[in-house]
């Protein structure tokens, strides 16, 4: 790409000649975009600090009084940062990322939708009838032993999930299965978290 | 979104919620998700001797169209026998719950449900 001001080759936020604002860039993935390695693992600390330093310098504010063009620009740029922290931030979005670039789509609809299993799918409605029937004296504490249970899991499965993205591996539907399951273990997760309020487990 | 009067209707008066015994011999269960909204939906009926379909029960966590949908099929295949509910249609639920094109794969669910609950009692009965 050129620069739109000098015409000068860019590949980054702004020209290294005349130091202009670029429109991001179309071919960055949201890792390549923040600077971090593609890659499951992840320092939640240094991708934030990633974002943070990258917004700061394209912030709109920094452009209120630029012309049309640059104000444009870092609004798109402050736009595609905030869209890659988004998805990077949350570990089981950042897995579905991954498969997504890979070509593999967990929330599919139609032809190349997730088969589940039905001994899963039991097992979650039997997880979600369990949550239904919680009432009674002991229903907190109960509900706060299943949270924590059905988070230990998750977080079991996620991180199996992240060593094989993070290995290459090449079953893409064995890890689209997990990641299809995790969905519907952060549901009841989530199920139990609105009835108990705020929790500190997640 | 609006829901049409009839996704309302069978949304808030379900109809045959519940379980049927999944080890009776008569009784097919269905299984089905749909990763994309994290749906999940259990279909059951139980079979007469002559092969028609006598009682039909649903549980479904998901969105108002996924319910109604599953009411939906389990008040259509009862009475009908088990070949007769394979023609049931997703077109058929969605046209007649008036879903919208983005709930369209609820009806998809349902028909796939009642299907898989059809399998599994041809499987059990031998004939799958």
Request: aromatic share 6%; proline share 5%; glycine share 8%.
């Amino acid at each position: 790409m050129n620069c739109w001001e000098c015409g000068a080759p860019v590949a980054a936020m702004f020209c290294e000649g005349c130091e202009a604002i670029q429109p991001p860039d179309p071919r960055l993935d949201h890792f390549a975009r923040l600077g971090v390695e593609h890659r499951f693992e992840q320092d939640p600390d240094a991708l934030a600090a990633a974002h943070r330093t990258l917004q700061r310098k394209v912030h709109p504010d920094r452009f209120a009084s630029a012309g049309d063009r640059p104000r444009r620009f870092s609004m798109a740029q402050a736009t595609a940062l905030n869209d890659a922290i988004r998805v990077l931030r949350d570990p089981l979005r950042r897995a579905e990322y991954m498969l997504h670039l890979r070509g593999r789509d967990v929330g599919a609809e139609g032809e190349g939708r997730v088969q589940l299993s039905p001994a899963f799918l039991m097992e979650i409605i039997e997880l979600r009838e369990a949550v239904d029937e919680l009432n009674g004296p002991d229903a907190h504490t109960e509900r706060g032993r299943m949270a924590r249970e059905v988070a230990a899991r998750f977080e079991g499965m996620l991180a199996e999930l992240g060593r094989r993205l993070d290995a290459g591996d090449d079953d893409l539907d064995a890890m689209a299965q997990l990641a299809a399951q995790l969905r519907y273990l952060r549901r009841v997760i989530d199920e139990l978290q609105v009835d108990d309020g705020p929790g500190d487990w997640t | 979104m609006a829901y049409s009067d009839k996704v309302i209707d069978h949304y808030e008066n379900p109809r045959n919620v519940g379980a049927l015994d999944k080890s009776d011999a008569n009784v097919g269960t269905g299984l089905v998700g749909a990763p994309a909204c994290g749906d999940v939906m259990r279909l059951q009926i139980r079979v007469t001797d002559d092969g028609v379909i006598e009682d039909a029960k649903f549980k479904t966590y998901g969105c108002g169209s996924a319910i109604a949908s599953s009411s939906l099929v389990t008040e259509w295949v009862k009475g009908r026998t088990v070949d007769e509910a394979l023609t049931i249609k997703n077109n058929d639920i969605a046209q007649h719950l008036a879903l919208p094109p983005v709930k369209i794969h609820c009806s998809v669910l349902a028909e796939d449900a009642i299907r898989a609950a059809i399998e599994d009692y041809k499987r059990k009965k031998g004939q799958g």
